[in-house]
């Protein structure tokens, strides 16, 4: 399956680009769908070329998502689902973990998106 990729922004202040991508299986436009934003400096390139390749894998499977969400493999039939209880255990979360300290991060940790 080919993925279009089309940059629509550049912030240098953050050193981000901000993409919008499709599938021949999305429902709509390149433009109709919300831009993620990669901040360059994550990745190590130097070149628009070596840049798209770095975030080919992410774009890949976030557009993986999105076209199965649009194209769901078999109706779910919920018209029996009405009047239906049951009984589960309370969720607990995880306990939260301390955030790093500046000298505990690594750049494999840092997040390839930024938000704008």
Request: charged share 20%; glycine share 2%.
């Amino acid at each position: 399956m080919k993925i279009n990729i089309k940059i629509v922004e550049i912030e240098p202040a953050t050193n981000s680009v901000v993409v919008k991508y499709v599938s021949e299986n999305s429902k709509k436009s390149i433009d109709e769908y919300p831009g993620t934003a990669f901040q360059v400096t994550n990745f190590n390139v130097s070149t628009i070329e070596e840049f798209i390749e770095a975030i080919r894998p992410y774009v890949s499977l976030y557009v993986w998502q999105r076209d199965q969400a649009e194209n769901p493999p078999t109706p779910v039939d919920i018209s029996g689902w009405a009047g239906y209880t049951t009984e589960v255990e309370n969720y607990v979360p995880p306990t939260p973990v301390a955030p790093p300290t500046p000298d505990q991060v690594t750049p494999a940790q840092a997040s390839p998106e930024v938000t704008l």
